[in-house]
């Protein structure tokens, strides 16, 4: 007998299958491999993000090989899992990150921007991509325990807007973007988060000499970006007119559609790490 599996236990399989893979990459893979993995990563959103921006298969396989090979070859001068990292080339990326989500992103956003020029959207693709992917791998090299804290907020904050929005939401946060997200939404991700910050300020899981306060506004502030980068992705799939960014994952729809968060919040934490050595 065949069994078809609903939407609710498709998505409910594809994240426990995904949840498991990172967690033995993150703990147990070797520094090449993690790199590695995260190189695959790159590619596939890569592909997505460019399909996205209107250009056929054969460009976009094209494209995201592009994607891949300079995440490599900012991996490799960097330094990081090779050795003593570089830190001027690190920060580069991560600055040339942090201003593109604090300055481009929302102007985008509030302007209501329609980019008419495909190269324009594949060169913001390198600005989504390529700091977070070396953001990804500086942190693990830190502590693969911590990057984990860091991107749970993410999910945190999604799990709690998404609860919250869904009993209480009645304000639109941005109906043009995405209808579905509400102000009561983000206010239940704050609140989340809040919590989530007392958790891990209680269980050590904190930068040495760090205040509580310190370390719940950093971790609002990641939230603010957290849903800045799903608005962002929201924005990009409004235009290209479709719902989800792919269709690898079954009931999550594309790569894409998984780490928008984590390509705003994690070039900062990235930088917030460089700032404490």
């Not at 190269?119 to 390529?130: E, F, K, N, P, Y």
């Not at 079954?250 to 894409?256: I, N, Q, S, Y």
């Amino acid at each position: 007998m065949i069994v078809t599996l609903g939407n609710a236990s498709r998505r409910l399989l594809t994240a426990m299958v995904l949840i498991a893979g990172l967690l033995v990459l993150l703990f147990w893979a070797p520094a090449p491999l993690w790199a590695a993995s995260v190189a695959v990563v790159v590619f596939l959103a890569g592909r997505e993000w460019v399909r996205l921006g209107g250009w056929g298969e054969v460009a976009a396989w094209g494209w995201a090989l592009g994607y891949t090979a300079g995440y490599v070859l900012l991996w490799r001068l960097s330094g990081v899992s090779l050795g003593a990292p570089l830190h001027s080339v690190i920060g580069a990326v991560m600055i040339a990150g942090a201003a593109f989500w604090l300055s481009f992103v929302p102007w985008t956003l509030f302007a209501g921007w329609r980019w008419r020029s495909r190269c324009s959207w594949v060169a913001t693709g390198a600005l989504v991509l390529w700091p977070t992917a070396l953001a990804v791998v500086l942190l693990r090299e830190s502590s693969a325990l911590h990057l984990l804290a860091m991107m749970a907020l993410v999910w945190v904050a999604d799990a709690a807007a998404y609860y919250v929005g869904r009993r209480w939401g009645q304000r639109k946060l941005a109906p043009a973007i995405s209808p579905g997200k509400t102000v009561e939404g983000a206010i239940g991700a704050f609140a989340g988060v809040s919590l989530y910050a007392v958790i891990l300020y209680a269980m050590g899981l904190v930068p040495e000499g760090t205040s509580f306060g310190t370390f719940l506004v950093i971790l609002l502030a990641l939230t603010v970006l957290a849903i800045e980068g799903d608005l962002f992705e929201s924005w990009a799939k409004r235009i290209a007119g479709v719902k989800d960014s792919g269709e690898l994952l079954p009931g999550h729809g594309g790569v894409l559609d998984r780490i928008d968060s984590l390509t705003a919040t994690l070039p900062f934490l990235a930088l917030w790490w460089l700032e404490r050595q």
